[in-house]
């Protein structure tokens, strides 16, 4: 166990956890930040990001985490290297265990360790991944003016996902498994009348086919069994994302998708001394610049809270 007790452990590497390292850090409260196995999150497999501020012509995902993350480091952000494999939230100071040997101690622990989305799990998914596979409509959709795309799922996620898509694309296709879609009755109701939207039933997606960018896709009918090939040129992967919270389960409160539950207007959990920003605690808008919002958040409710225990007035 390290001997010195954190002020602020930060677990997660992406726009939140970045940010709020650079808010924590600026309050001089010399923050550790554990970037996780996948270091930047969801931005890492990124291409092309045209919806941050600041960026008139674009700048690519890892880029914009290289300088986020600069950033931290030059107001003495520490970084670590490693997993939290597990976590003690029943008592302050809490305790970590990082990549099962490392353990460290944390008066304020911001959690930011996000959530990805569900994929299909083919080959060719991953390869084409930001080469005309994505999975995040409002992030890429630009991109795809003027060419028909595919958006696979059934529920309210790929329903709104392909109403949005119709903005940029002539053609957009539904690629669902079942006969019957899952979305709320509005959102069917306004993906039917939408002209621009067609849909192929009890289908699966069973390979995406092309080598530097997306030409054509592989579907085959889960009735008959058959498989087509056909021209496609963009693939939007839309059955849902999951919060990377299976770490907290029975220590925190979470909503019934698994999401850390905040309270209204804050990044305060029900633990006092444990916040949660980003992807971990947003369902709705997974957005890199409304994670690097509730990062700010976060920073400064743990900084708060810091002030309150050092007065007295904390629990």
Request: glycine residues 12%.
């Amino acid at each position: 166990m390290t001997n010195e007790v954190q002020n602020v452990i930060i677990i997660g590497s992406g726009p939140a956890g970045l940010t709020a390292a650079v808010y924590a850090a600026r309050a001089n409260l010399r923050p550790l930040l554990i970037e996780g196995a996948q270091a930047g999150g969801q931005l890492m497999i990124t291409t092309e990001v045209e919806n941050y501020p600041g960026f008139p012509d674009g700048i690519q995902g890892p880029q914009l985490i290289l300088e986020m993350k600069k950033q931290a480091e030059r107001f003495e952000t520490t970084f670590l290297t490693g997993d939290v494999t597990s976590v003690d939230l029943s008592k302050r100071p809490f305790t970590l265990v990082v990549d099962g040997e490392r353990t460290y101690q944390a008066r304020t622990l911001i959690i930011c360790s996000g959530a990805r989305a569900k994929l299909l799990g083919i080959e060719s998914e991953s390869r084409l991944m930001g080469h005309g596979v994505s999975a995040c409509a409002t992030c890429d959709g630009f991109f795809f003016r003027g060419k028909e795309v595919f958006v696979v799922g059934g529920g309210d996620t790929a329903i709104e996902e392909a109403n949005f898509l119709t903005r940029f694309s002539p053609q957009v296709t539904v690629i669902h498994r079942r006969d019957k879609l899952r979305a709320s009755k509005i959102m069917q109701d306004k993906a039917f009348r939408n002209p621009k939207i067609k849909f192929v039933w009890d289908t699966e997606v069973s390979d995406i086919l092309g080598e530097g960018t997306v030409t054509g896709a592989v579907l085959k009918n889960l009735k008959s069994g058959e498989t087509s090939q056909t021209h496609i040129e963009g693939v939007f992967i839309a059955i849902g994302h999951e919060p990377n919270t299976a770490l907290f389960k029975g220590q925190i409160d979470l909503d019934d998708r698994g999401y850390i539950k905040t309270q209204p207007g804050t990044s305060y959990t029900n633990i006092p001394g444990v916040f949660a920003a980003g992807d971990v605690q947003d369902p709705t808008y997974r957005q890199a610049i409304t994670a690097a919002g509730t990062g700010c958040m976060a920073a400064i409710d743990a900084e708060r809270f810091l002030e309150s225990l050092e007065s007295g007035e904390g629990h």
